[in-house]
């Protein structure tokens, strides 16, 4: 089988055609470098909306932890009520002891009906 020559056209026909594969290589690397380019622009946005996010929700969670109660207040709270609430109840105590005793003095109830009222306070009185 001959050899044959290849022309100078030839030669400069597969140049050029082998230009436009290098050329149609090179816009379809830049599409996808401007599709990249695209993206990380949107992943950073994203990123940055989710950082700010994360920064309120911890500004949240201080404050939150620093107004809530906690159960050793709440137990001091609860504890300085009762308190109260027993002060208070002995007050009343003492005030219904002395008008019970004032109602026995002027003959009003009997001793019986003393100690039946006395055994019924909070605080029961031991009357004999």
Avoid at 40 to 61: I, P, S, V
Avoid at 78 to 86: P, R, T
Wanted: net charge negative; glycine share 4%.
């Amino acid at each position: 089988m001959p050899i044959q020559e290849i022309t100078n056209q030839e030669i400069l026909q597969e140049v050029r055609s082998l230009g436009k594969r290098v050329e149609s290589v090179e816009n379809a690397n830049g599409e996808i470098l401007q599709a990249i380019n695209n993206y990380t622009t949107k992943n950073d946005q994203q990123w940055g909306k989710n950082e700010e996010r994360w920064q309120k929700n911890d500004e949240r969670l201080t404050r939150i932890e620093a107004t809530m109660v906690t159960k050793d207040y709440l137990d001091d709270k609860l504890s300085d009520l009762k308190g109260d609430l027993v002060v208070l109840m002995r007050k009343e105590d003492a005030k219904l002891g002395a008008l019970v005793e004032i109602l026995q003095k002027r003959k009003v109830i009997s001793n019986e009906d003393v100690k039946t009222i006395l055994a019924m306070q909070p605080f029961p009185h031991l009357y004999v």
